[in-house]
């Protein structure tokens, strides 16, 4: 039987600490509806699912295309794409382990897939950035976490458990600051966001030399990129050690799965030239010496408002279809 429509678009989700964002996405990827709304609004997860559930419908009927959309992508931190849970989450306050994507599935009829961000924007990165055409590369997403998701041979590598590629919390120094996940010394708490911060704040408190964040009431890694474009020492110093610390994490990672590039996304990562030149430094100092020099240090080249849900949109064409609307 010839059928005698498409279904030639998709809904991508990015649901962040702060807010969760929402659009209807064609199958070139152009965005063709766009809404958002505060996550930290709906501490309970029930109101949350419920909320989301309900302005999806509604962008539908808005849109006219409730019969055209196939299916939903949802990029979320902590999400398991191998049991569609959301699986205790470090930085979001729904915590120990929800079905997120059978409740909305529930609620919307229509399938949903699920993955944390960095598989996302890899899957982002793959169809429509700066990685189409490599087979063997890794995401680095730089912003509250840090995040990774490797490409190997072509194929998400996603581990027995799901759980591939938690670079930020393998320990960087032993016994060294508590990091969320409960352990010491993890990769992401000396950078990511609030590491870069805290080594701002233990630099100013062990020297006395005047910088232009000392007088800023909250400090964060844009106002400290700020400083160091104004040429403030301080800033530069918090920027180049963190570079050091993620060069090295990098090293120990790329001397195991051999990348032919690291493509950094995230608001930190366009901190740029401030420490991620001091990171490819650091990286080629201490890489297993075969690859030294050989592995690419990229910027995603999708805009930041569209590489999650673009990425969810690459998510939501690859799960198997099922709907209540046909």
Request: with cysteine.
């Amino acid at each position: 039987m010839v059928e005698s429509s498409m279904k030639n678009k998709v809904f991508g989700v990015h649901i962040s600490l702060e807010r969760t964002i929402y659009a209807i996405v064609d199958i070139r990827g152009d965005i063709l509806a766009r809404d958002e709304f505060p996550s930290t609004d709906y501490p309970n997860i029930n109101d949350f699912v419920s909320v989301l559930s309900e302005r999806l419908v509604d962008m539908m009927l808005t849109n006219n295309c409730m019969e055209g959309i196939r299916s939903i992508g949802i990029s979320v931190s902590n999400a398991n794409p191998l049991t569609n849970c959301l699986e205790n989450a470090v930085n979001l306050p729904w915590k120990g382990v929800i079905p997120l994507a059978a409740m909305i599935r529930d609620r919307v009829g229509l399938a949903v897939a699920l993955a944390n961000k960095p598989h996302a924007r890899a899957m982002g990165e793959y169809v429509f950035g700066a990685a189409h055409g490599m087979r063997n590369f890794v995401i680095i997403s730089i912003g509250h976490g840090l995040g990774s998701f490797i490409f190997s041979n072509g194929i998400p590598y996603l581990g027995s458990d799901g759980y591939a590629g938690e670079v930020g919390h393998t320990m960087l120094y032993p016994h060294g600051r508590r990091c969320n996940c409960g352990n010491e010394g993890c990769l992401e708490v000396y950078t990511a966001a609030k590491g870069i911060v805290t080594t701002a704040q233990e630099l100013m408190a062990k020297r006395s030399e005047p910088s232009l964040m000392r007088d800023i009431e909250k400090l964060s890694p844009r106002k400290i990129v700020e400083c160091c474009e104004q040429g403030d020492a301080l800033a530069i110093e918090t920027m180049q050690l963190t570079g050091e610390h993620l060069g090295l994490g990098l090293a120990n990672y790329a001397s195991l799965v051999d990348p032919e590039a690291f493509i950094f996304t995230g608001g930190v990562a366009r901190g740029g030239k401030w420490f991620l030149d001091k990171t490819e430094e650091t990286y080629n100092k201490y890489v297993f010496n075969n690859t030294k020099g050989k592995t690419r240090f990229l910027l995603s080249s999708l805009e930041d408002k569209d590489h999650d849900l673009l990425g969810a949109s690459v998510l939501a064409w690859q799960v198997e279809e099922y709907s209540l609307f046909t």
